[in-house]
């Protein structure tokens, strides 16, 4: 008996559950059918807007959404160490270009309040349109330089952004005082990039990552102003 044949949308599908299973995450249908549209999303924003290099679904999978679900867990875990299981936290994603790390948090953690700023007008439009596409009343697109930024948030993210020195200097102007950290997505563990951060800065946590399906070092550098 010959075995069924999935769609392309099905094998992505299975591919995202999958991971999020070994991720540890107990993803809703609902999370699950957003963050599948979020994928649909991104594919067809892309041909015009050039949001990512990746162009193949199954590798925007792998790459971007299960890359960004790895730090979900420790997003979560952080968030409710600031008070009523992290309700009325609130995020910024620096530099989040097609939403990620952003539209992922936002998805995945429905008690966050996460904005997303990025320099390219049409980069922030597509996360203003995803939003509403996605009905994310806690997710915000901001068209700006992090560096104008004042208004506090207990946590600043980033995925691939710029330097560790770098993206603490430019934002730190959006960190609320005292308790605000910086989660800082990276790939090999950036000896070089922690040795050059300003002396008021301070690494407390190195958490290493394992991405399902992704054969490469990730960790998540955790800072906060010493």
Sequence with gaps: MN???????????VRLQEG??????DLTDAQTAQLMEFLALLQKWNKVYNLTAVRDPQEMLTHHLLDSLAAVAPLRRHAATLGQGGAGVRLLDVGSGGGLPGVVFAICCPAVDVSCVDTVGKKAA?????AVALKLPNLHGVHARVETLTTPFD?????????LPDFV??????LAAPHGVWLAMKGKHPEDEIAALPADVAVFHV???TVPGLDAERCIVWMKPA
């Design 3 to 13: 075995t069924p044949t999935l769609h392309p949308v099905q094998t992505l599908q």
């Design 207 to 209: 958490e290493q990552l």
């Design 155 to 163: 946590i600043v993210s980033c995925r691939a952004f710029a330097s």
């Design 20 to 25: 999020a299973q070994a991720l540890g995450l």
């Design 169 to 174: 200097t430019w934002s730190r102007s959006a």
């Design 126 to 130: 597509f996360i203003q349109q995803a």
